[in-house]
């Protein structure tokens, strides 16, 4: 079936360190792929998109990678910092599907001091 | 910087009452949206509301489910008769036009059906 899913449920860092999560993907049709955070008793943040027809996009501290050959996308974050410490979940949008996004599982981020 | 808010932040209701989320979308927002994540689950899709209409909805939101923007401002989701699997978070998000992709999420409910 169609589905947006994550490599690790975890990841822990060490502060200053740079951190990589990654999401993969199974169907082409997608048009955005889509980062958010969601910290304890929030909702999702945006964070960065990047476009289907695009392999990489930078942020502020932030680099997307997609790998459409493979379907896998990734999330680079330099110089983690403990404000970093979230769940981070990868999604994605396609036209046909009109607005709504389909979330992946989510990995949590934990920057240890 | 303007922000999504919703009441209650925790609702807890017996298993067959009608509950009521409520949301405040950012005022220049177009497209409004409900999501909801079990917990340790990843947030699931459930309705799409554009142009004061449902533009599409998931196969969770189904006719126990209804939503509504009554007055510009405030955006709704009842659910008629809850059942103990609709206790989860509730988002509400929005966006403007065209950015689906960069949705913006509220707090969310917490709602408890016991």
């Known amino acids: 079936g169609e589905s947006v899913g994550l490599h690790l449920p975890t990841l822990s860092v060490q502060e200053g360190d740079n951190s990589i999560i990654n999401c993969a993907y199974s169907?082409?049709?997608?048009?955005?792929f889509i980062w958010y955070k969601q910290e304890s008793g929030k909702g999702p943040q945006f964070i960065i998109d990047?476009?289907?027809?695009?392999d990489k996009r930078q942020g502020q501290r932030v680099t997307v990678l997609l790998n459409k050959t493979v379907k896998h996308l990734s999330l680079q974050i330099a110089a983690t910092q403990p404000g970093d410490s979230a769940v981070y979940f990868c999604?994605?949008?396609?036209?046909?599907?009109?607005?709504?996004?389909?979330f992946g599982e989510g990995t949590q981020l934990t920057v240890n001091p | 910087e303007p922000e999504v808010t919703q009441t209650p932040s925790h609702q807890v209701t017996q298993m067959g009452q009608e509950v009521i989320l409520r949301c405040v979308p950012i005022s220049n927002h177009l497209y409004f949206y409900w999501y909801r994540q079990i917990l340790g689950q990843k947030v699931e899709f459930l309705v799409s509301f554009y142009n004061n209409e449902i533009s599409e909805k998931s196969e969770i939101f189904d006719d126990q489910f209804s939503v509504e923007r009554p007055d510009g401002s405030n955006f709704t989701l009842k659910i008629r008769s809850t059942k103990l699997e609709d206790s989860a978070m509730y988002f509400c998000?929005?966006?403007?036009?065209?950015?689906?992709?960069?949705?913006?999420f509220g707090p969310g409910t917490r709602l408890t059906v016991t």
């Open positions: 999604a994605e949008n396609r036209k046909t599907s009109g607005s709504r996004l389909t």
């Open positions: 998000a929005g966006n403007s036009q065209g950015a689906h992709y960069e949705q913006y």
């Open positions: 169907n082409s049709a997608s048009d955005y």
């Open positions: 990047i476009r289907s027809n695009m």
